[in-house]
């Protein structure tokens, strides 16, 4: 029954290389995120996506493109690969709950490491 | 600029003591105060949440207060135990229509010692 899961948990590549993050959840949510949680655990929210539409694209290198082909899906692809880029990404997806309020429920992470 | 004031950084706590962990918001919306924990290895899961139309949220051991003319938000976790031991996030939602946008806090890494 999980809810909110990513591919590849580690993943260890090298610098310059091209790699792919793969996020599903099987909540029916309609919002879905991306998160960068560095060395210092702080989350800072890189892309966000509703009903397969980018709403929120924050600073981020134009190396990383974010992909929704449906809206149970949000992919994140990054290409030439830096050391800065190692850290935990976080995918998540979100409802509006009874209050109105929007729930956010994350995945496992995805510890991408550069050498 | 950081609409989200977390502290404090660290908080170690002997078991069966409480915890109480603090957040300040600024230009955020001002309807919702999530809570998250996280464990080593895990993402950070929902662990309690307040509307700012009430002053107190309880939940067993965990408990959120809310000052809405302070701009403040805390939480406590009473009777505290070594499987409290995560870092805790609190956040607060963005203005506008950015649909369900979070701003977190910057962590508190809680160590419970037995």
């Known amino acids: 029954d999980t809810a909110v899961s990513q591919t590849p948990k580690y993943l260890v590549t090298q610098m310059g290389n091209d790699k792919s993050i793969k996020c599903e959840q099987n909540l029916g949510h309609d919002t879905m995120y991306w998160y960068k949680q560095d060395s210092k655990k702080f989350l800072k929210i890189m892309f966000s996506?509703?009903?397969?539409?980018?709403?929120i694209n924050e600073t981020v290198p134009n190396r990383f493109s974010p992909k929704s082909p449906d809206k149970a899906h949000l992919n994140l692809h990054i290409n030439s690969l830096e050391l800065g880029d190692s850290a935990v990404y976080f995918c998540a997806s979100s409802r509006k709950g009874r209050t109105g309020t929007y729930e956010q429920y994350f995945g496992p992470g995805t510890r991408l490491t550069v050498t | 600029q950081q609409q989200v004031k977390q502290s404090p950084q660290s908080l170690i706590v002997q078991k069966g003591g409480i915890s109480i962990i603090n957040c300040a918001y600024e230009?955020?919306?001002?309807?919702?105060f999530p809570w998250y924990q996280q464990f080593p290895g895990k993402g950070p899961a929902l662990l309690i949440a307040i509307r700012p139309d009430v002053s107190e949220k309880k939940e067993g051991r965990f408990t959120i207060s809310f000052n809405k003319s302070a701009k403040q938000f805390s939480l406590h976790i009473m009777d505290s135990q070594p499987g409290d031991s995560a870092t805790y996030f609190c956040a607060a939602p963005s203005k506008g229509s950015t649909l369900g946008r979070l701003y977190f806090g910057r962590g508190t890494q809680l160590t419970v010692w037995p």
């Open positions: 230009n955020t919306a001002f309807d919702y």
């Open positions: 996506y509703n009903n397969k539409e980018l709403i």
